[in-house]
């Protein structure tokens, strides 16, 4: 039990808790490989359909998989996060280029002063340009007359000063999260059943699975069709 | 326009603060319970009760994906005061990572289980209650036909005589020659 609570708190678990684009990519491969095999061990339909319907519940989910990776960062997640800076001007958000950005300040910000300058989250340091400043702070004369880079205060301050000074910039980071909410929603519900109709059936074709197998619409319209005939 | 850019802010601060994994799969499934049976029934191809046993089956596994998550994320959240005492780790951490864990099982096994479980005899019931349905409506027409039928026809005469026609000498030799001719084409025999 104890090394299932370690995991579960550790830092990379909880940034990955907290972020939704991760999460959903998660969860959309969890279900690619969950709702196939419980339908190959469903024994409430014959081989044949158990086979047609996981292959085809599987092809669903990656390509649900990839709508997600092609779609949602680019377009939801950063396209989202720019207009929401557009939106809330009056609020002084430091001028984040991006989303990548916004959350690499982020997950060093949640860390203890020490740990932020370990070799493993260099790459958190080199994602945050120099130039991103926060203007609510500024000092009259001297160095920081026009704002402070937002680097500073993860080169100085601890977490717990972080969160006091209100530098999370949660209204920041709830508007990633929230553009990928509403992109996940719209990839996955609008997009994903659409695509899938224009390319699960010639890659179900290609690899043979549309051969000997009729779905149960097509069984019905040819029943249909046979019992008006007669 | 002021009051909805104080809840879009508002809403923004709280997921900001704490974004929890199950708001996204949440949204997500009930998005999928409305839009997946929507784009089924929207379909020219299949015919109309196939599109409705398909828009059901689709509506009732969405159905079961938000109760498993809420019920799950409730159960495992509860837990999270008596581990966080046992280890002396964070609450709030923990209740963090049991939420994103809980997702993960009830995405991965859970719903899968319970509509493997459930779906089969729930439409297979639905099933049973429609066919009755229209069972009783092909009565009911059935009934109407004949009643427009025994109610178009008035006759004095009895049935007998309505169906057993009186036929000339004439008319009687020329249905022999057919009736024998007939039976010759057919290569029947009676009697043989």
């Known amino acids: 039990m104890g090394w299932f609570i370690n995991a579960i708190t550790s830092n990379r678990f909880q940034t990955i808790a907290q972020n939704t684009d991760t999460c959903v990519k998660i969860e959309t491969g969890l279900k690619a490989v969950g709702r ?11 081989k044949e359909t158990r086979k047609y319907s996981a292959t085809k519940e599987f092809l669903y989910q990656l390509l649900c998989f990839g709508i997600y990776v092609a779609v949602i960062p680019p377009i939801f997640k950063n396209g989202g996060f720019k207009l929401f800076q557009k939106v809330f001007t009056k609020e002084n958000l430091p001028n984040f280029r991006n989303a990548k950005e916004m959350l690499a300040y982020y997950h060093l910000a949640h860390l203890d002063k020490e ?5 493993q989250n260099k790459k958190y340091w080199n ?3 120099d130039d991103v400043i926060d203007k609510t702070i500024r000092t009259k004369t001297g160095k920081f007359k ?4 937002v680097k500073k205060y993860l080169q100085t301050w601890s977490k717990d000063k972080i969160t006091d000074k209100g530098k999370m910039f ?60 007669v | ?21 199950l708001y996204a799969v949440l ?29 059901f089956r689709e509506g009732l596994t969405e159905a079961i994906a938000f109760c498993s998550y809420l019920i799950t994320h409730k159960i495992f959240k509860s837990q999270a005061p008596s581990l966080a005492a046992k280890t002396g780790k964070s609450e709030k951490k923990i209740a963090n990572g049991l939420s994103l864990f809980s997702v993960c099982l009830t995405a991965g096994i859970i719903i899968p289980a319970v509509c493997n479980l459930t779906l089969k005899p729930v439409m297979d019931l639905v099933k049973k209650v429609s066919d009755k349905r229209k069972q009783k409506l092909g009565n009911d027409a059935m009934q109407g036909k004949l009643d427009i039928k025994e109610n178009s026809v008035k006759t004095n005469e009895s049935f007998a005589a309505v169906y057993s026609p009186k036929l000339s000498p004439n008319s009687i030799s020329l249905m022999d020659s057919l009736y024998k001719n007939r039976m010759q084409n057919s290569g029947m025999k009676v009697g043989g």
Do not use: W
């Not at chain 1, 196939?36 to 409430?44: A, E, G, Q, R, Y």
């Not at chain 1, 026009?146 to 880079?149: N, T």
């Not at chain 1, 059936?201 to 043979?208: D, L, S, T």
């Open chain 1, 170 to 229: 949660k209204l920041a980071k709830g508007s990633i999260e929230l553009s990928s909410i509403v992109g996940s929603v719209i990839g996955l519900t609008i997009l994903a059943p659409e695509l899938s109709h224009l390319i699960l059936h010639p890659i179900m074709k290609a690899i043979g699975m549309e051969k000997g197998h009729k779905k149960p619409a097509e069984e019905s319209t040819e029943k249909n069709k046979l019992d008006k005939q």
């Open chain 2, 1 to 21: 326009m002021g009051l909805a850019y104080n809840k879009i802010k508002k809403i923004c601060e709280n997921l900001g603060e704490h974004n929890d994994a």
């Open chain 1, 127 to 129: 994602a945050i340009s």
């Open chain 1, 36 to 46: 196939p095999s419980f339908t190959l061990i469903d024994k409430h339909t014959d």
């Open chain 1, 115 to 119: 740990e932020r300058m370990l070799e």
């Open chain 2, 27 to 55: 949204a997500i499934a009930v998005f999928k319970g409305i839009m997946r049976p929507t784009f089924t029934m929207m379909d020219k191809e299949s015919d109309k009760e196939t599109k409705k046993y398909a828009a």
């Open chain 1, 146 to 149: 026009d704002g402070i880079p």
